[in-house]
Every structure is written in structure tokens, then in C-alpha cells.
């Protein structure tokens, strides 16, 4: 009897990626073919995002697709956060479905494929080829009232040690040149653990056992994050990278979304950092047109990005989601005037990363590569700089692709259509 084959369609986060990778590996396991979108099989797996409307529109999209043509896309399954909440509108929306199933009951998907459980460490990279992500902890016990993590996820739960070292053992025989830790609350690593391991603890022990050239932390809560908790970020291998996402400044807004802090509190934390870590790279997240932010507080919020320098920033219109807490808030934002105040810190972003970027020009840096492009250029990263281009890219001339450990390059200047810094290689 022939193999099944397979085909991942993969939305969301690089949490969502590491379900799909996991999922991948077992299938793998077990003899099961991983083939292409055009080749004919007899599933096709859609690992799906719920958090927002609009990512819950691509997924019905994407499953419309797939059961357009059954005898290319075989049996079409639902999986992760969207099913997690939204079962019925999927079994509305989409007939003809093979099974959905939500993100906490991978076991229950393999075993209805006849797939006995996750192998131990299992690892298919769906990402980059020289680094992966490690899900260092499931779920959120925060309540910050526009997200539906703890209802898709549940609560705060970190993974021990001893499962992270089986995942890491395979990372490091794929010869790896970094190590992305994630969760929805980094910071809060280990708190749930009778081992006593915090964050700074278990970076610590993964530069004493494992080699990665870069080992990078993202998602660092600000609530609450104790110094002790980042200590270990520029230590060893571990790179100086904060991401930090304050989600806002004005007292005001975080108090409505549940969050706590202010400008001078943000501030002191960014302070205290910068003291200690002179070479820190910080990245946040921000939103606009929360319920009842009014022009004060988003003047509040463009005053805060300007004292803060962050090297990248992301910026979000607010979405008012249906089984958010937010949803039942008075004092809506108008989405134009949400969106127009995002484009505006965005300019004001701008403005600080181009006064960033002169000191930066002839020094030299590392970068590890991604893929070659044409005529001797290929596409990399800096090491300030995180996967899947969310920090931009760095584009390098002369470098011969030899192995995955990061070179060193200068960088010449920035090229604002293609998104990356332009270098040269140097060693």
C-alpha cells in the first residue's frame, strides 16, 4: 500500500509554525510523503490563525481552495487556532470538510490518521534553512482585554528542560546557525516549574550545551520584566536583542486594555537595559485606535516613540474582536483615524531609524545568509535583524555560500525599495 501524501498550508505565527513543524515530523515519521501545492495527494492539512478577523478571512480563503478540487487537494483538515473558537463558522463556511480540529489536540488529529503520537524532539524546518524557533512555553494567564490567546491557548504552561534539550538535539544536528526562543510570555519562563529554571536561567544553559552561533529571545512581556529575567540577553551567544512589545504609552489606554505601566516606567525599563547592554537592539509592538484613545493619548504615544529610539517597530490598527473583552468598551476609534495615526508613528519611526542608520554606515557586522539572488548578491540578515524579514533584510555582494555560520560584512548604506541594508563581505 503506497504512503499517504501530504501538502501544509501554514497561516499565522511562528508559534503556529512550530504546530505545523511538529505535525510535519510525525506524518514524516510514520512514512507519509511531504509533497508540493501542485501535486495531487490525499490530504492537505491548513494550519490556520484566529486571531483576528482578517487572518480568519485568508484561512476560509485558503480552505475554499483547497475544496474547490478534492481530487488534487484530497481530504481537507482544519487545524489550530481557528478552529480552537470558531468551529461552527467553519462547519458553516465550509462543506465538504474532512475535519477540524484545534490547536490543544494535536495527539486527538494523529490519532484519527492512525499516527500514534509526537515522536520525541520532532523537527521539520518550514522556515529558513539555518534557523528554527523553540517554543519555550504554551498559552497566556495574562488578560489583555483585545486578545483571545488564553481562550484559543489556554493558560500559561512552560515546557521543562528535558523536552526542550530532545527538541534542541535535533536543531543542533541540523547544524543550525540560530535558535529563535518564543511564547506568548517569554519573560515568564519557568515560573510554573518545580526545577526553578527562569528565562535567564535556561539561556544560560543552552549556550553552556549547544553551539548555535545566535541564540535570539522574542515576545519579552513588560509587565513585570525583572531585571534578573533579562540578564542573560548579550551574554555568550545570546544576542542583545530586546523585543519588547508595550502594546501603548498613555496610563489611560493600558489601563483599558488591561495592561499596566506608563511613559516614565516604560522609559526607566528601556534605561536600565540600555545602561547594562550598550549594544542592546530594541524592537516593540504598538497599537492605535484602542477604545477611548483620544488625541491626548496618542500624543502621549508618538512623545514616547520619539524618546525611546526603538532600532524596529511594528504598529497595529486596532481590531475590535467579537469575544475580546475590548469589544464591549464604549468610546470606539473610527478604523480611518486608527489607521491614520499608525501610518503617523510609523513617519515619526522613520525619522529615527534614518538617524540611526549613519553611525551604522562602514561598520562592520555579521550576517548569516538566506538564499542567493542573481549576479553575486545574495540575501541575509544582520544579526539585529530577526526572521522572516520582520526586521527588514541585509543584501551582501562577494560572499561564496560556503556554510551556515554567520560572516562579516560592512554595511554601505539602506535600500528603502527593497527593504535591506546593503553590504559587502568582508571575512
Same mark, same amino acid.
Given at each position: ?22 505535525? /510535519? ?13 501542485? #501535486?495531487?495527494? #490525499? ?26 478540487? =478534492?481530487?488534487?487537494? *484530497? ?9 480552537? !473558537?470558531?468551529?461552527?463558522r467553519i462547519d458553516r463556511l465550509h462543506k465538504g470538510l474532512h475535519l477540524q480540529i484545534g490547536v490543544n489536540r494535536l495527539d486527538e488529529l494523529l490519532d484519527s ?8 524532539? %520532532? ?23 483585545y486578545c483571545l490567546i488564553p481562550k484559543i491557548r489556554g493558560p500559561f504552561r512552560s515546557r521543562p528542560w528535558d523536552e526542550l534539550a530532545k527538541e534542541l538535539d535535533?536543531? %543542533? ?23 526553578? !529554571?527562569? !528565562?535567564? *536561567? ?26 534578573? /529575567? ?20 498613555? =496610563? ?64 497595529? %490598527? ?25 501610518? /503617523? ?9 534614518? #538617524? ?15 538564499? =542567493?539572488?542573481? +549576479? @553575486?548578491?545574495? +540575501?541575509?540578515? !544582520? ?22 555560520? =554567520? ?5 554601505? @548604506? ?11 563581505? #568582508?571575512?
Amino acid at each position: 500500500m503506497a504512503s499517504p501524501r501530504f501538502f501544509i498550508d501554514l497561516h499565522g505565527c511562528p508559534k503556529a509554525m512550530t504546530d505545523a513543524e511538529k505535525l /510535519t515530523a510525525s506524518l514524516l515519521d510514520k512514512g507519509w510523503l511531504f509533497v508540493s501545492e501542485e #501535486e495531487e495527494r #490525499e490530504y492537505t492539512f491548513v494550519v490556520t490563525c484566529g486571531f483576528l478577523e482578517s487572518a480568519r478571512k485568508e484561512c476560509d480563503r485558503s480552505l475554499e481552495f483547497y475544496l474547490s478540487d =478534492p481530487s488534487l487537494s *484530497g481530504s481537507v483538515v482544519a487545524v489550530g487556532c481557528y478552529p480552537e !473558537l470558531f468551529a461552527e463558522r467553519i462547519d458553516r463556511l465550509h462543506k465538504g470538510l474532512h475535519l477540524q480540529i484545534g490547536v490543544n489536540r494535536l495527539d486527538e488529529l494523529l490519532d484519527s490518521l492512525h499516527v500514534p503520537g509526537v515522536p520525541d524532539g %520532532a523537527k521539520v524546518l518550514l522556515g529558513g534553512s539555518r534557523w528554527n524557533y523553540l517554543k519555550i512555553s504554551e498559552g497566556c494567564s495574562h488578560r489583555c482585554a483585545y486578545c483571545l490567546i488564553p481562550k484559543i491557548r489556554g493558560p500559561f504552561r512552560s515546557r521543562p528542560w528535558d523536552e526542550l534539550a530532545k527538541e534542541l538535539d535535533v536543531m %543542533a544536528a541540523l547544524d543550525l546557525q540560530e535558535v529563535v526562543l518564543i511564547s506568548q510570555d517569554t519573560a515568564a519562563y519557568g515560573k510554573d516549574l518545580c526545577e526553578g !529554571l527562569s !528565562l535567564s *536561567g535556561l539561556l544560560r544553559k543552552i549556550d553552556e550545551n549547544y553551539s548555535f552561533p545566535w541564540i535570539r529571545v522574542m515576545y519579552l512581556n513588560p509587565q513585570g520584566l525583572k531585571d534578573e /529575567t533579562w540578564s542573560a540577553l548579550g551574554e555568550g551567544r545570546v544576542l542583545p536583542y530586546f523585543d519588547i512589545p508595550f502594546q501603548h504609552a498613555s =496610563p489611560k489606554v493600558l489601563k483599558g486594555m488591561n495592561r499596566g505601566g506608563d511613559v516614565e516606567e516604560h522609559l526607566r525599563l528601556l534605561e536600565r537595559i540600555r545602561k547594562v547592554k550598550p549594544d542592546a537592539v530594541f524592537r516593540t509592538t504598538l497599537i492605535t485606535g484602542f477604545p477611548g484613545e483620544e488625541e491626548e493619548d496618542f500624543r502621549i504615544l508618538q512623545s514616547f516613540v520619539r524618546e525611546a529610539r526603538f532600532d524596529h517597530m511594528g504598529v497595529f %490598527a486596532y481590531s475590535d474582536e467579537e469575544l475580546a473583552a475590548s469589544f464591549s468598551l464604549p468610546d470606539k476609534v473610527d478604523q480611518a483615524v486608527a489607521e491614520l495615526r499608525r501610518d /503617523t508613528l510609523y513617519e515619526v519611526q522613520n525619522g529615527i531609524f534614518h #538617524e540611526k542608520l549613519e553611525p551604522l554606515k562602514g561598520s562592520l557586522q555579521t550576517l548569516v545568509l538566506e538564499e =542567493p539572488l542573481k +549576479r @553575486g548578491l545574495h +540575501r541575509g540578515r !544582520l544579526w539585529f535583524q530577526a526572521p522572516e524579514g520582520i526586521d527588514g533584510w541585509a543584501f551582501v555582494k562577494g560572499a561564496k555560500e560556503k556554510s551556515n555560520a =554567520p560572516l562579516f560584512v560592512r554595511i554601505e @548604506g539602506y535600500d528603502y525599495d527593497k527593504g535591506g541594508y546593503l553590504t559587502h563581505y #568582508e571575512r
